[in-house]
Structures are given as C-alpha cells and as structure tokens.
C-alpha cells in the first residue's frame, strides 16, 4: 500500500480497498472453507463455486465498506500518516469515496443475506455497524484504544472466521457443529486480530497526536508497545502446546503445527530483534508491521494443514 503510485481510478480503487486487509479476507475464507471441505469428507460440488465466489465478494464488500468509511473520517489524520491513500491524496473526492462505500454495503449485505440466509445476513449488517461506529461521529470508537482493538478482533476474528465456518457448511447441506481446529484458528486469529488493532497505530503516532486520536502508541510509546504486542504473540504461538497435547489432540496434527507456530514464533522474534537495533525509526516500524500481517497470512495457510 505505502509504495503505491498515483495512477488511474483503477488505481485509486485499489488503494482505496486496503489491499492488504483483502489479502487477509481472501486467505482466511479459502482456508476456511478448504478446511470445511477437509472435515466433511464431501468431494468439491463444483456447482456451488458461483455462490462461493458471491460470498468471497460479500466479504470484500464488507472489507471495503469499513475502511472506506474510515478513509472518508480520517482524512486530516491520514494527509499526515498515510498522504499515498487516494481520499487523502485527492485521487478520490469525498463524494466518490461515499458512493464507493454505500455501494459496497448494499452489494455485500444482499449478497449474504440472499445467499446465506438471515444468520449470516444478520452478522454481516452487525460487521457493518461495527465498522461505522468504529470510525463516524458521534461514537468514532477509534479514538477509544480498547474499544478499537475490540471492534477489530471481533470483526477479523470472530465473525470472519465464524461466519464463513457457518455458512461453507450450510452451503454443504452439512449441519451445524463447532470443530476443535475451527475453535483454534478463531480463537488464535481473534489474539493476533487484537494485535493487528494495537500495531497498526505504531507508524502514525504523529498524526493521532496531532488529531486528539489516543492509540496504544500514543499513550505507552512505540517502543514499549511493539514489545508487549511481540510477547502477546509468542504466547499466542505457544497456546499451540494446548490444542496438540489436550484432550482433543486428536484433531490435530503435532508434526506439522508444532514446528509450523516454532518458526513462526522465530521469524516474529527476529523482526522484534532489527526493530529494535533500528531504533524504532518508521521504515523500521513499517517493516515490523508488515511481517506482522506476513504471519497473519501464514496462519491462514497453515491452517488447512494443521
């Protein structure tokens, strides 16, 4: 995103979609979805693609709405923080970015609603809600640090990694029932969406303050938090002892998550490591928040596998 060029309303569609949190949609619903297929020993009906394709799209939709609406609220944070984002670098007028979003929410919503049925059409207007409170005023919870945090966990933890379980089984004509893998990624995915929320403030620290925006960052300092989000993390990754040695180790495969959440949890130290010798300068910070969302991807890949 940050080396993105100006260019055309192509272009500036795509930045304006975040494109890596859509690369984190795409990866967690295919990696759902390829999981649930693994449990139910159904061979692919390749009929359904068309609708898996709509509910990938729904999710993009849903994807786009919330940072939409956040690019539109922020951009006097943003000229400062993230001046390459098309609203702010006036690529986009504040009414095409309105027409963008609006656009999107009531693409995304009739899709999941028609296709899905009223659960995950419910859901999916409650991830909506969240992400426009998350950034409009009066409630603009962004400027609460945990309630940001909170909406960004439930959003990209639960109700993305629950929704599309939910609705890939439907899909299926398969009933309804938790897995123990799918309670693992959800409950790891929610810690480390948790992680994302705090993190993602560390390289704009100048423009909240600027703006009355209290973060994480801004109260604590970038140092302090990016080592206090790097231990939440290992320990996230070591939460992999419980699920491959509890009483539903059957479920999974030691061999593959264990050395899989090793490495991992190695890779994330390291880059704690050159932050840190870096002396916390941004090109660092940015380097550091991009692995972040590296492993993110990871976990996803993982997933299918473990």
Not at 250 to 272: K, N, S, T
Request: hydrophobic share 55%; net charge positive.
């Amino acid at each position: 995103d940050i080396d993105a060029s100006s260019g055309g309303p192509l272009q500036a569609f795509w930045k304006f979609l975040r494109p890596h949190t859509i690369r984190g949609t795409i990866l967690g619903s295919t990696a759902m979805v390829a999981r649930v297929v693994m449990e139910t020993g159904q061979p692919p009906d390749w009929s359904l693609l068309p609708v898996a394709a709509c509910g990938v799209l729904a999710l993009l939709c849903g994807n786009g709405f919330i940072v939409g609406i956040n690019q539109i609220y922020d951009v006097s944070i943003d000229i400062i923080n993230k001046p390459f984002l098309p609203v702010a670098s006036k690529e986009l007028s504040i009414a095409q970015a309105w027409v963008l979003t609006a656009a999107m929410a009531v693409t995304g919503a009739a899709l999941a609603s028609q296709l899905f049925g009223p659960l995950i059409g419910g859901l999916y207007v409650i991830g909506l809600a969240l992400g426009t409170i998350y950034s409009v005023p009066p409630f603009r919870l962004k400027q609460s640090a945990i309630a940001a945090a909170l909406i960004i966990a439930t959003c990209r933890g639960f109700l993305l990694n629950f929704g599309v379980y939910y609705a890939t089984r439907a899909m299926l004509g398969v009933p309804f029932s938790w897995s123990y893998p799918t309670a693992y990624i959800t409950c790891f995915c929610t810690v480390f969406a948790l992680v994302i929320a705090v993190t993602k403030d560390l390289p704009d620290v100048q423009g909240d303050l600027e703006n009355g925006i209290e973060t994480f960052a801004t109260r604590f300092g970038v140092e302090r938090v990016a080592s206090l989000a790097t231990g939440a993390l290992v320990a996230n990754y070591a939460t992999a002892l419980f699920w491959a040695f509890g009483t539903f180790k059957a479920a999974f495969r030691p061999h593959v998550l264990l050395p899989a959440h090793a490495i991992l949890a190695g890779l994330l130290l390291r880059g704690h490591a050159r932050l840190r010798s870096a002396g916390h300068s941004r090109d660092a910070i940015l380097a550091f928040y991009r692995l972040i969302w590296a492993l993110f991807y990871s976990q996803y890949a993982l997933f299918p596998f473990v």
